[in-house]
C-alpha cells in the first residue's frame, strides 16, 4: 500500500435497535454478503467483524445484534450483552437509525451510546425521505439528546453517501498499521460463516413463529481441495415445529438448503455439499449450558 496520507486502523461499532439496516450497511460497505439480513428482528445474533481496506485506511466494523427489548430470556440477554460489551471497546460508533421510525426502542439505544467516543448518527434509508430537508425535524430531535460528531444520510441497499460516510469516520480512526492482511474480510471461519447462511434462510422462508427457537449447529466441517462438506444440524425449541421447516415431502428444507448452500459457494468461491436435517432441543433459548455450545 502506497499513499501520501498516514495510515489509519480502528474499530467501528455499528449500532441500533433491530431491523434498521446495520448488517446491510455493512454487507455493501464491503462490497459482499458477510452479515446475513432478513426483515425480521434476532437476525444478527453475533458480533461479526466485517475488514474494509483502502489504499491508507483499515476499517475494522463491527456488526452488532440489535439491542433487544422484546422476548428477555437467556439468548437476548446475551445479545445485549455483546452490544454493551463492543460499545466499550471500539474507536468510532455508528448509531444506526431509520427516518421514519423514530422510537423508544432507538431511544433506549442511544442511553448506551459512550459520550468520550466519537458516535455518528447515520439515517438509513434517507432515500425514502424525498428531499432531504425532511430529515431535519428527526434529526433534530436526536441531536438535542446526543452530542453527535457528526450526522450522515446514507442508503445502504442503494450505496448512496457511504463514501462520506468511510471518509468522516476515518478522521476518527487511530493512525497504527493495518492490523489485518489486505485480502482479509473477517476474523470469523468458513464453519460460523456456514451456519449463519443457512439461519438467514430460515428466517427469510418461514414465517414468525419459527425462526426465534432455531439455531444452527454445523456439526461436520470437511475441505478437500476446492470442495467443502458440510453436515448441519437445524436445532428447533418444539416438537411441532420441525414439520413447519421440513415441509410438505421435504420440499421447505430442500430449498432451505439449496439457497443457503448456493450463498456458501458465492462467499467460499468453491463447490459446497450441504446435508441438514432438524433436531429438537427443548428450551435451548433459555439454557444458559445449550447457549454456550451454540456459540452464544
Given at each position: 500500500?502506497?499513499?501520501?496520507?498516514?495510515?489509519?486502523?480502528?474499530?467501528?461499532?455499528?449500532?441500533?435497535?433491530?431491523?434498521?439496516?446495520k448488517?446491510?450497511l455493512?454487507?455493501?460497505?464491503?462490497?459482499?454478503?458477510?452479515?446475513?439480513?432478513?426483515?425480521k428482528?434476532?437476525?444478527?445474533?453475533?458480533?461479526?467483524l466485517?475488514?474494509?481496506?483502502?489504499?491508507?485506511?483499515?476499517?475494522?466494523?463491527?456488526?452488532?445484534?440489535?439491542?433487544?427489548?422484546?422476548?428477555?430470556?437467556?439468548?437476548?440477554?446475551?445479545?445485549?450483552?455483546?452490544?454493551?460489551?463492543?460499545?466499550?471497546?471500539?474507536?468510532?460508533?455508528?448509531?444506526?437509525?431509520?427516518?421514519?421510525?423514530?422510537?423508544?426502542?432507538?431511544?433506549?439505544?442511544?442511553?448506551?451510546?459512550?459520550?468520550?467516543?466519537?458516535?455518528?448518527l447515520?439515517?438509513n434509508?434517507?432515500?425514502?425521505?424525498?428531499?432531504?430537508?425532511?430529515?431535519?425535524?428527526?434529526?433534530?430531535?436526536?441531536?438535542?439528546?446526543?452530542?453527535f460528531?457528526?450526522?450522515?444520510?446514507?442508503?445502504?441497499?442503494?450505496?448512496?453517501?457511504?463514501?462520506?460516510l468511510?471518509?468522516?469516520?476515518?478522521?476518527?480512526?487511530?493512525?497504527?498499521?493495518?492490523?489485518?492482511?489486505?485480502?482479509?474480510?473477517?476474523?470469523?471461519?468458513e464453519?460460523?460463516?456456514?451456519?449463519?447462511?443457512?439461519?438467514?434462510?430460515?428466517?427469510?422462508?418461514?414465517?414468525?413463529?419459527?425462526?426465534?427457537?432455531?439455531?444452527?449447529?454445523?456439526?461436520?466441517?470437511?475441505?478437500?481441495?476446492?470442495?467443502?462438506?458440510?453436515?448441519?444440524?437445524?436445532?428447533?425449541?418444539?416438537?411441532?415445529?420441525?414439520?413447519?421447516?421440513?415441509g410438505?415431502?421435504?420440499?421447505?428444507?430442500?430449498?432451505?438448503?439449496?439457497e443457503?448452500?448456493?450463498?456458501?459457494?458465492?462467499?467460499?468461491?468453491?463447490?459446497?455439499?450441504?446435508?441438514?436435517?432438524?433436531?429438537?432441543?427443548?428450551g435451548?433459548?433459555?439454557?444458559?449450558?445449550?447457549?454456550?455450545?451454540?456459540?452464544?
Amino acid at each position: 500500500m502506497t499513499s501520501t496520507n498516514t495510515f489509519r486502523c480502528g474499530t467501528v461499532a455499528i449500532v441500533g435497535r433491530p431491523n434498521v439496516g446495520k448488517s446491510t450497511l455493512l454487507n455493501h460497505i464491503l462490497g459482499l454478503k458477510l452479515s446475513i439480513t432478513s426483515r425480521k428482528a434476532q437476525t444478527t445474533r453475533h458480533r461479526v467483524l466485517g475488514i474494509h481496506t483502502t489504499e491508507d485506511t483499515q476499517y475494522l466494523f463491527v456488526d452488532t445484534p440489535g439491542f433487544q427489548q422484546k422476548h428477555i430470556n437467556a439468548l437476548n440477554r446475551s445479545l445485549n450483552r455483546t452490544v454493551t460489551q463492543v460499545l466499550s471497546d471500539v474507536d468510532v460508533v455508528l448509531f444506526v437509525i431509520e427516518p421514519m421510525h423514530l422510537g423508544e426502542a432507538d431511544r433506549k439505544v442511544l442511553a448506551l451510546l459512550p459520550k468520550n467516543q466519537p458516535v455518528f448518527l447515520v439515517v438509513n434509508k434517507a432515500d425514502l425521505m424525498g428531499d432531504k430537508g425532511n430529515l431535519l425535524p428527526l434529526i433534530q430531535d436526536f441531536d438535542l439528546e446526543f452530542p453527535f460528531t457528526g450526522i450522515i444520510p446514507v442508503s445502504a441497499k442503494k450505496n448512496l453517501y457511504l463514501d462520506e460516510l468511510l471518509s468522516a469516520v476515518r478522521e476518527h480512526l487511530p493512525e497504527q498499521p493495518a492490523i489485518y492482511g489486505d485480502d482479509e474480510l473477517t476474523d470469523r471461519n468458513e464453519r460460523f460463516l456456514a451456519a449463519e447462511m443457512l439461519r438467514e434462510k430460515i428466517f427469510r422462508l418461514l414465517g414468525d413463529e419459527v425462526p426465534y427457537s432455531v439455531a444452527v449447529e454445523i456439526e461436520k466441517f470437511e475441505q478437500e481441495g476446492n470442495l467443502r462438506r458440510i453436515h448441519a444440524a437445524i436445532i428447533v425449541d418444539k416438537e411441532s415445529q420441525k414439520p413447519m421447516l421440513i415441509g410438505k415431502g421435504g420440499e421447505k428444507l430442500k430449498r432451505i438448503s439449496t439457497e443457503a448452500r448456493q450463498d456458501m459457494e458465492k462467499l467460499f468461491g468453491g463447490k459446497v455439499w450441504l446435508e441438514t436435517w432438524v433436531k429438537v432441543k427443548g428450551g435451548w433459548a433459555d439454557d444458559e449450558r445449550a447457549l454456550k455450545s451454540l456459540g452464544y
